[in-house]
């Protein structure tokens, strides 16, 4: 197997919203299509596939800027397809998304992951991110049901 790590078109549309799938996030293609494109035209965010004759995982980093801390980046959703996991390829996508940031100005990079995943704890641990705190998440919907039906959960 020999993957390799670019940054998504939007011919990705469609085998990007059946990872969204797999990681509990049902979206039309033609939804994530629509995301995607104005994605793609962001320079402050990338979204990253892997493939290997297909695509077979993806990783969504955006930068942010705050007063008290700075500019970091924040690794907003990261899946493998489930019979490729455990193989590296989402350490693959972790490194570019390290290295994009890197080059995009960030000090820092932060993820947040929903404490029941315990297989994506382990996975952030072993990549070398540490837990800096714990939170609460509040969520408030802003005319009507989210897009995607459905509140989040990561």
């Avoid at 994009?100 to 960030?106: E, H, T």
């Amino acid at each position: 197997m020999t993957v390799r790590v670019r940054v998504a078109r939007a011919a990705d549309a469609p085998a990007l919203a059946s990872l969204a799938a797999e990681l509990g996030y049902p979206t039309p293609a033609g939804e994530m299509l629509g995301r995607l494109e104005e994605l793609i035209a962001d320079t402050s965010q990338s979204v990253l596939v892997a493939e290997d004759h297909e695509v077979v995982g993806w990783l969504h980093v955006a930068l942010a800027l705050s007063l008290e801390s700075g500019r970091r980046a924040e690794i907003l959703g990261l899946v493998v397809t489930r019979t490729e996991r455990a193989k590296g390829i989402g350490k693959l996508l972790v490194d570019g998304a390290e290295e994009w940031a890197a080059g995009k100005g960030a000090t820092r990079i932060r993820v947040r992951t929903n404490v029941v995943r315990d297989d994506a704890r382990r996975f952030y641990a072993r990549c070398g991110y540490t837990t800096s705190k714990r939170q609460e998440v509040f969520d408030k919907v802003l005319g009507g049901v989210p897009s995607g039906g459905k509140r989040s959960s990561t």
